[in-house]
């Protein structure tokens, strides 16, 4: 079993920067895809950015050149890094764990089998 706890949201206004981080439990972490997500009130969850245990990154394009994922396999972390942000980034940000190594399937919410409670991030204008 793998927990996921995120943290780093907050009240940010636009423009701004915020890091979240995902700590993860369990050895395995490194052989692990993980993705970040995002759901706004009223709308469906998501898909924002995925790492795979190689390295290789997979970014949503409303985000692309705005947000950077990383992972730090030696302390079992994932991160998001949110430059310029924009009042549409308002919404709880998710991060999940997929055991697949090199997830082809890391869009899709379904694909992923542990999920962290969120951590909200409020952009205001």
């Known amino acids: 079993q793998v927990q996921l706890v995120e943290s780093g949201g907050g009240l940010v206004q636009a423009g701004g920067s915020l890091r979240l981080s995902c700590a993860a439990s369990g050895r395995t972490f490194n052989s692990y895809t993980m993705g970040w997500f995002r759901q706004a009130p009223g709308k469906e969850r998501e898909f924002v950015a995925a790492i795979w245990s190689g390295g290789t990154i997979i970014y949503a394009n409303s985000v692309k050149g705005r947000f950077t994922i990383s992972r730090d396999n030696a302390k079992n972390t994932v991160y998001l890094r949110m430059n310029d942000l924009k009042p549409e980034d308002t919404a709880v940000y998710y991060c999940?764990?997929?055991?697949?190594?090199?997830?082809?399937?890391?869009?899709?919410?379904?694909?992923?089998?542990?999920w962290g409670r969120g951590t909200q991030v409020t952009v205001s204008s």
């Open positions: 999940a764990a997929d055991r697949s190594s090199a997830s082809l399937s890391y869009s899709l919410k379904d694909a992923y089998d542990y």
